[in-house]
């Protein structure tokens, strides 16, 4: 694995928000959810694509606080535009658990 350094760390804008609305993505080639996530006056509110249907329903996900990384380009996926990537990490059996801050924060809260 490369080594990062500080510098390629601090380039990256990891930031909290809160799902405001989840949704099916049929046309998305693996099983992926639709999601716009509120990041605060800010940022604003952002849409993404996050393959995290093992684990959560869209009701699940509703309210819920998440990290993601607000400053990639935006991604074409499908019929959306993916503004933002949404963090987690897969469990022992590679299902994507969503990085969350286990306390309640501001949205757009910066990682530091």
């Known amino acids: ?3 990062a350094t500080i510098d390629d760390f601090l380039r990256l804008d990891i930031r909290s928000g809160t799902i405001i609305s989840a949704a099916p993505f049929p ?8 999601l716009k996530i509120d990041f605060g006056a800010e940022i604003g509110v952002k ?3 996050a393959q995290i249907t093992d684990l959560y329903t869209c009701d699940d996900l509703r309210g819920a606080k998440i990290m993601a990384v607000v400053n990639f380009p ?3 996926i ?23 801050p286990k306390s309640d924060v501001p949205d757009g809260s910066k990682l530091a």
């Open 47 to 49: 849409n993404s694509s």
């Open 74 to 76: 935006p991604r074409q």
């Open 27 to 34: 046309e998305a080639r693996k099983p992926a959810w639709k």
């Open 78 to 100: 499908g019929p959306i535009m993916s503004e933002v990537l949404v963090l987690g990490v897969p469990d022992a059996e590679g299902r994507i658990v969503l990085a969350a």
């Open 1 to 3: 694995m490369d080594q």
